[in-house]
T-cell receptor, first 113, second 116 residues
Framework: KQEVTQIPAALSVPEGENLVLNCSFTDSAIYNLQWFRQDPGKGLTSLLL?????REQTSGRLNASLDKSSGRSTLYIAASQPGDSATYLC????????????FGKGTKLTVNP | GAVVSQHPSRVICKSGTSVKIECRSLDFQATTMFWYRQFPKQSLMLMAT?????????EQGVEKDKFLINHASLTLSTLTVTSAHPEDSSFYIC????????????FGQGTRLTVV
């Protein structure tokens, strides 16, 4: 059974810092991995999607990497801003034809001005 | 990215009444939609998966007669909470995926249901 773990559960940094959020998964047989952002009381916003054949994806100040063989992904946020404060969720789409995303519990990020 | 619109964003209803939540994919055809429930400070719990034109598949422990799901078209799925009780109060979120099973999943804005 696929399990997704995100460390740390919470992170507080000063504005301007570069930071890394970690995601690990137990079964390397995945179709893809997505990073989401969730603001309090809101739905999820898709940030980056990495297919199993890809190593990384970039969007603006965000860079996500995928090392499928070791079951790890990282989300790198450059020059963090207070507006980046949110909970970041990692989810994998398992292989074998499953349609269901498996989510981690998220990392709550606070960027202090 | 693609847009999934969920309505209403907030609803308060009396105990015993039914509430319908709509989920629409605005700019793509969603062959598969998912309904989640989220408790405070916790991650998402999948309730059911629905494919257009067929019956929804419910996760273990989710009452299908309580949470009615209809996916009548490629752009609309609805979740009806029947005979709502205070314990049904929660945050409900829908998600949609396009034709290919391994494409990006997009989420609605969520619905905060409060049953009084």
């Amino acid at each position: 059974k696929q399990e997704v773990t995100q460390i740390p559960a919470a992170l507080s940094v000063p504005e301007g810092e570069n930071l890394v959020l970690n995601c690990s998964f137990t079964d390397s047989a995945i179709y893809n991995l997505q990073w989401f952002r969730q603001d309090p009381g809101k739905g999820l916003t898709s940030l980056l999607l990495i297919q199993s054949s890809q190593r990384e994806q970039t969007s603006g100040r965000l860079n996500a990497s995928l090392d499928k063989s070791s079951g790890r992904s990282t989300l790198y946020i450059a020059a963090s801003q207070p507006g980046d404060s949110a909970t970041y969720l990692c989810a994998v789409l398992p292989g074998g034809g499953s349609e269901k995303l498996v989510f981690g519990k998220g990392t709550k990020l606070t960027v202090n001005p | 990215g693609a847009v999934v619109s969920q309505h209403p964003s907030r609803v308060i209803c009396k105990s015993g009444t039914s509430v319908k939540i709509e989920c629409r994919s605005l700019d793509f055809q969603a062959t598969t939609m998912f309904w989640y429930r989220q408790f405070p400070k916790q991650s998402l719990m999948l309730m059911a998966t629905s494919n257009e034109g067929s019956k929804a598949t419910y996760e273990q422990g989710v009452e299908k007669d309580k949470f009615l799901i209809n996916h009548a078209s490629l752009t609309l799925s609805t979740l009806t909470v029947t005979s709502a009780h205070p314990e049904d109060s929660s945050f409900y979120i829908c998600s949609a995926r396009g034709v290919s099973a391994n494409t990006e999943a997009f989420f609605g804005q969520g619905t905060r249901l409060t049953v009084v």
